[in-house]
């Protein structure tokens, strides 16, 4: 178990394995996001990751982060349906690149805004026949 942010940051500079694989209370993780806020990005990484701090991080200003929300399996229908609309058609793309998600779900992501969008969801529906 992880026990502080600052061990986090160890393991994460260390490449130690731990640091994706183990688990550790919802009060480290949110003071990793406070104190070391560069770092959100290898939060979202942990496999033990609570939905609460994906859900946290999902309205990150930072788009790096919304696009590793959004190519998380693990994500839950509040997070799919914050993102689906996001600003920036890299969180959108992100997002329809989820392995998880069914072309349903995909054919739900806002792409009227964007011919690049547009083209890679035809893609995805021609893939899926």
């Not at 694989?21 to 806020?37: E, G, L, M, N, T």
């Not at 890679?120 to 529906?125: S, T």
């Amino acid at each position: 178990m992880i026990k502080s942010a600052d061990e986090f940051i160890k393991l994460r500079n260390s490449n130690d394995q731990r640091a994706t694989h183990d688990v550790a209370d919802i009060s480290v993780w949110h003071d990793v996001i406070d104190r070391y806020p560069e770092y959100k990005v290898w939060v979202i990484l942990n496999k033990t990751i609570s939905i609460e701090i994906l859900e946290f991080l999902a309205t990150d200003e930072d788009i790096t982060v919304r696009c590793a929300i959004a190519r998380k399996r693990k994500i839950n229908e509040k997070i799919f349906n914050l993102l689906k609309a996001d600003v920036d058609e890299s969180v959108r793309y992100s997002l329809m690149s989820n392995t998880k998600l069914s072309l349903d779900q995909i054919i739900q992501i806002k792409t009227d805004d964007s011919e690049w969008l547009q083209g890679k969801l035809e893609d995805l529906k021609k893939k899926s026949k």
